[in-house]
């Protein structure tokens, strides 16, 4: 059997006629640059993530760009951040010249450890950045106390976290500002780059719109330097009519992660295996269901694809030992954690439409492999 990490054709045959509707609807339109399109995305979106502002762009990458270019971020600014993270993360902050002051994780969630936050903090803090990963939110209640009352910026990177939720709060709307990518793999893609920012500050809503299209008040008069990075009416359409299945799918790949789960502790297995931790005061929206095999990871990954099984590593090197920030100063040891889950984690097939008979097979395939 194959069984891939993730099936996008098995998405698209659900909406084949919905979404050709809407691409033609914008072809004939002749609109494709923040029309109506976008307009209704982002009115939708502020309302499922339970915020006043969404303002779309072109990519995830470039909302945390854009979230930092609205703080005013410079050289010798500082950003609090995780180290077990996708590049574009740490890529926002030192674009703009400042500093990512990392901080470890947790080893169970792979979040921001935030009792270790307080310990980063100093003068030249700008902003935290925690970053809910794999489709699960940082514990946000200890950064909302830090940040209380200073003037240090809460900047949720929330990637992965479209419909996650700690205690309650929608993922991207507890922070200054939320940023979401819509990258096709994403459990809300589209059809090609799309990202958006989430904020209920109203002065903040205004400066990044403005970011976004150049720095201008209009198109030929411009108060400052922004950058181009809108998002495309096409890509709007398109995830309007994936935005109502949303909810439901992240369900189903929460119900598939629990079996998941089951099922790898009934299996007899000859090596160590973890699964996913999921706090109980928290919507996880499983965007990955991330296991851990000490010792045996890298074999393991070959077995399973010697079997049909896809997977993928997230993240193979943490940010501070990427060659490109070495001048950082950073070394081996200095952030175990994430060092260790870099070297044991592995992702495992997940996705709505997988078939009980694909997940049980993915999990015979883990019980045969011998260390």
């Not at 090609?192 to 500050?201: E, K, V």
Request: proline share 5%; charged share 25%; with cysteine.
């Amino acid at each position: 059997m194959n069984v891939p990490l993730l099936d996008l054709q098995a998405q698209y045959v659900s909406l084949r006629d919905g979404l050709h509707q809407a691409i033609e609807r914008v072809m004939a339109s002749q609109r494709f640059v923040l029309g109506d399109e976008v307009r209704e995305l982002e009115a939708s979106i502020a309302d499922y993530c339970q915020t006043k502002h969404a303002i779309g762009c072109a990519s995830g990458s470039d909302a945390l760009l854009l979230a930092l270019m609205a703080l005013d971020l410079k050289p010798g600014d500082e950003v609090v951040t995780t180290p077990f993270s996708f590049f574009a993360t740490v890529a926002a902050i030192t674009r703009l010249g400042a500093a990512p002051i990392f901080v470890d994780i947790d080893p169970q969630t792979y979040n921001l450890d935030t009792a270790r936050v307080a310990d980063a903090i100093t003068p030249r803090t700008k902003a935290i950045m925690p970053v809910h990963l794999y489709g699960q939110c940082a514990e946000m209640d200890p950064l909302l106390e830090l940040v209380a009352g200073e003037r240090i910026a809460l900047i949720e990177d929330a990637a992965q976290a479209i419909g996650a939720t700690d205690n309650g709060r929608r993922a991207g709307s507890m922070g200054l500002v939320g940023c979401f990518s819509f990258y096709p793999t994403k459990n809300l893609g589209g059809a090609g780059d799309g990202g958006i920012l989430t904020t209920n500050d109203d002065r903040m809503a205004q400066r990044i719109r403005r970011l976004r299209a150049h720095g201008g008040v209009n198109e030929y008069e411009h108060s400052e330097v922004g950058v181009n990075s809108r998002l495309d009416e096409l890509q709007a359409a398109v995830l309007r009519v994936k935005l109502p299945c949303l909810d439901q799918w992240s369900d189903e790949r929460a119900r598939k992660a629990v079996r998941y789960s089951e099922l790898l502790a009934a299996a007899d297995l000859s090596f160590p295996l973890t699964a996913p931790k999921v706090r109980a005061d928290g919507r996880h929206i499983f965007h990955q269901y991330v296991v851990r095999a000490p010792g045996n990871r890298d074999a393991l990954i070959e077995h399973l694809k010697a079997r049909g099984v896809g997977t993928k590593i997230y993240y193979p090197i943490p940010l501070h030992r990427q060659e490109c920030f070495s001048y950082l100063g950073y070394k081996e040891g200095d952030f175990p954690e994430s060092e260790s889950a870099a070297r044991e984690t592995l992702a495992l097939p997940i996705y709505p439409e997988m078939t009980d008979e694909q997940q049980a097979y993915v999990v015979d395939a883990i019980t045969s492999f011998q260390r």
